[in-house]
């Protein structure tokens, strides 16, 4: 499946360089090339311009549309806008980078996946999802993701694992992901970054209208599911514009026995019986031949609304011996869900002072209400039955230049300054014990009384950047460049949720992290590349501070940041019908940043992380292709004097992930695709273990199908069956938090049997 994201052997356009100006000295037209010449010219190009960048990513988009036709004989390159903050080629960035694209988006939500699903089938070393709006142990490499819109931060420092269901997939251009830490962005992408690029406006004014639904194969009653999706866009003179809405109500979920899923899930919440709202809206105006603007608004709320809830009657031994189960009933008075707004201004200059120029400024609020549950038995302190929300605020700006120091040489620099002041707290709605003992587990009644849980904090992070990029020679590219990061971190007296005073407090922390690559043409077809990068990410301060003791203070509490150390080595080939990678990872960190279970401290331990992943994509004919992906990793960790502990938990660390696809352009306007996601085993932790996220993993395997009809010139039929073959099977993270130290059975939620969807989409 890797082929949605393949690092595609690319080569810069004759005459230009490979970031967009014209090279020193223009390759003629008539050379063909297989000349040495040739072979040169594109090795050494570096600059490419923006119309050719821009028609690369339209290119790239309408080529996977038709992918089952012959290529062209020669092909716009692929295009990264996340991996160095400006515009480059895929084959010139010294790490991995995966895109998805918009057309293979749509087929994976024909299939009934969402953006958290669709990046855990395609995305190599990405931990696979669960039909939930949690992330959590979602990793990327073992570790944690920076998820971006536009640009714009949506991960919180309060990690409340719920950032990649916050725009709708019809809103989405593509996906660029950075597979590694890095800190090109700043804090927290010590695992990659997922930036998630929008729709754009301009051309001719155009709409489009999509209407579908779903259901349940394996108990059809109570699971139809229905969305409707539309998009505008268009320009007029100098002015472009974009709306795209989307309005989705899901059904109840089902298993392949056909018994209802709770709509907690495994206690992280689920997009069961969930209405959702997702909104954005695009105005830009070009000043000039040189500038534009753009005002970019986009909103998301989703709230669940359901009779049902998880059964805590179900047996508690043996683990993962009983499945969790539904039962109705259920009174809630705060509903489960999520919303999400933001708010961000543009501009960009071609030229000036010799440089292109992108400045954003941007605001985010952010709230998410999650499932009640039981702390205690009523023996304890503080809420016995609690419901916790999340507020959020974001306020910042980005200044970023694209410098060519030297042409003749082909040296650049990206440089400049990001500025971020973030605001977060974590309280919580108290429910009567009584009325939830009476019922069953079923009524959850607020006694009016709201505690704090995670007090309001304030963290505030300026970042200066530069990144240097030579053409060393021909087929030598050098990239190296530095960040210096300084957080502000304030937070006020308070009183813990048991009822205990902690002292509040601020703290500094500052740190420079080194980047440095090399990508070496070996020849035509192969690309080697070789990289170190340090990421850099606060612990989550809320975890840390919720989890304070009556009397202690914040300036006792281990905030010490993590810096994560990326070692990496690769290479991406291009034999004509068939195209490949493979990439060796490293990393480690002194001071790693770990949940110790639930309500328990964070593990603050030195770690390792290393594997590898592997991809290929094949066209066997002109009708045919396939394709699929390897994932492998391991991490440990250790003592402060270096001994070794043990492995990390399943938290961290994702079982081996293989994914294999098969597609046919079975008449000119049907196409067919089956894929398959197979999660395998992992058994590194003694049976009589209790500690968090310690236990085996099964493998299971999962296919797909996904069909495509074309109706006309203005028609798309997408229809395709989740789970195709019904399978019985408990996700990864579902297996992972049945646990002595976090969950039990209530947890052990089964996943979706065999799900139809169908959907229509008109051109007009």
């Given amino acids: 499946m890797e082929r949605s994201g393949r690092d595609t052997r690319l080569r810069a356009p004759a005459g230009f360089d490979r970031r967009g100006r014209p090279a020193p000295n223009p390759v003629p037209e008539p050379m063909t090339a297989n000349t040495p010449q040739a072979r040169a010219h594109a090795s050494g190009a570096r600059r490419i311009p923006r119309s050719i960048l821009s028609a690369a990513v339209a290119s790239s988009c309408a080529a996977l549309a038709h992918a089952q036709e012959p290529a062209p004989a020669a092909s716009l390159p692929e295009v990264t806008v996340t991996a160095t903050r400006s515009e480059a080629l895929v084959d010139t960035v010294p790490q991995s980078v995966t895109i998805v694209r918009r057309e293979e988006i749509e087929r994976q939500v024909s299939a009934g996946s969402g953006l958290g699903d669709i990046l855990g089938k395609l995305v190599p070393g990405f931990a696979v999802g669960r039909e939930s709006p949690s992330t959590f142990t979602q990793t990327l490499r073992g570790r944690n993701i ?12 309060r990690n409340g694992a719920r950032i990649l269901t916050l725009i709708d997939p019809s809103a989405v251009e593509r996906i660029e992901v950075i597979r590694g830490a890095t800190a090109i962005y700043g804090d927290g992408a010590t695992g990659g970054v997922v930036n998630i690029i929008t729709r754009k406006g301009g051309g001719a004014v155009a709409h489009s209208t999509e209407v579908g639904g779903n259901l349940s194969l394996s108990h059809p009653a109570d699971s139809l599911g229905t969305v409707l999706r539309h998009t505008s866009s268009g320009s007029k003179d100098k002015v472009d514009f974009l709306f795209n809405v989307a309005v989705e109500q899901t059904g109840a979920f089902f298993d392949a026995d056909g018994d209802r899923i709770p709509p907690s899930g495994a ?34 709320k989703a709230d669940q609304d359901t009779d049902y809830t998880t059964d805590p009657s179900v047996p508690a031994a043996p683990l993962r011996g009983h499945k969790s189960r539904a039962i109705s009933g259920l009174s809630l008075d705060e ?39 039981r702390r205690h038995d009523g023996t304890g302190a503080g809420p016995e039955v609690f419901q916790s929300f999340i507020d959020s605020t974001k306020l910042g700006g980005r200044l970023e230049f694209d410098t060519l120091l030297s042409d003749r040489h082909g040296v650049s620099l990206v440089w400049g300054a990001d500025h971020i002041r973030e605001e977060t707290s974590q309280s919580g709605y108290v429910h009567d014990p009584a009325a939830y003992a009476a019922s069953g587990g079923r009524v959850f009644r607020s006694t009016g009384q709201v505690v704090t849980w995670v007090p309001p904090y304030d963290v505030v992070s300026t970042g200066l950047f530069g990144q240097l990029e030579w053409q060393a020679t021909a087929g030598l590219l050098l990239r190296g460049g530095l960040r210096h990061e300084s957080i502000d971190v304030d937070v ?9 005073a902690v002292g509040g407090g601020s703290k500094r922390y500052s740190d420079t992290l080194y980047n440095l690559g090399a990508v070496f043409d070996l020849n035509e077809r192969i690309n080697l590349y070789a990289s170190y990068n340090q990421g850099f990410s606060l612990p989550d301060m809320g975890l840390t501070l919720r989890g304070a003791a009556a009397g202690s203070s914040f300036a006792a509490l281990n905030t010490q940041p993590q810096v994560v ?185 089964a996943a979706s049997g065999a799900v139809l969807h169908a959907t229509y989409k008109h051109a007009w």
């Fill in 146 to 157: 920076n998820v971006l819109i536009d640009g714009v931060p949506q991960s919180t420092n």
């Fill in 267 to 300: 206690n992280q919440g689920s997009l069961s019986e969930t209405r959702s709202y997702s909104l954005l809206g695009k105005l830009g105006y070009q000043l000039d031949a040189s500038q534009s603007i753009q005002l970019t608004a986009q909103a998301y």
């Fill in 335 to 373: 509903k489960e869900g999520s919303k999400n707004s933001l708010v961000s201004l543009d501009y960009n200059n071609k030229e000036i002072w010799g440089s292109k120029m992108h400045a954003q400024l941007f605001a985010r609020d952010y709230t998410t209400v999650y499932a009640p549950y």
């Fill in 492 to 500: 006020g007296d308070f009183t813990n949720i048991d009822g205990g």
């Fill in 565 to 749: 150390d990326n070692y990496e080595v690769g290479v991406r080939g291009n034999w004509g019908g068939t195209r490949a990678s493979f990439a060796l990872f490293w990393s480690e960190n002194d001071l790693g940043a770990r949940s110790g279970g639930l309500n328990a401290a964070i593990v603050r331990a030195p770690e390792k992380i290393y594997g590898f992943e592997a991809t290929v994509d094949h066209r066997f004919a002109n009708s045919w292709r396939a394709g699929g992906t390897f994932s492998w990793l391991e991490g440990k960790k250790y003592a402060a004097t270096g001994a070794e502990i043990g492995y990390l938990g399943n938290d961290a660390i994702m079982p081996p992930k293989l994914t294999a696809y098969v597609e046919h352009q079975t008449t000119p306007k049907w196409s067919n695709r089956l894929q398959v996601l197979y999660s395998g085993s992992r058994d590194r932790f003694d049976p009589s273990s209790t500690a968090a996220y310690q236990n085996r993993i099964e493998d299971y395997a999962i296919l797909d199908w996904v069909s495509e009809y074309r109706i006309g010139k203005k028609g798309t039929l997408s229809f395709g069956i989740n789970n195709l073959l019904n399978e019985q099977y408990h996700s990864t993270f579902s297996q992972t938090v049945v646990n002595p130290r976090v969950y039990g059975n209530t947890a052990y939620a």
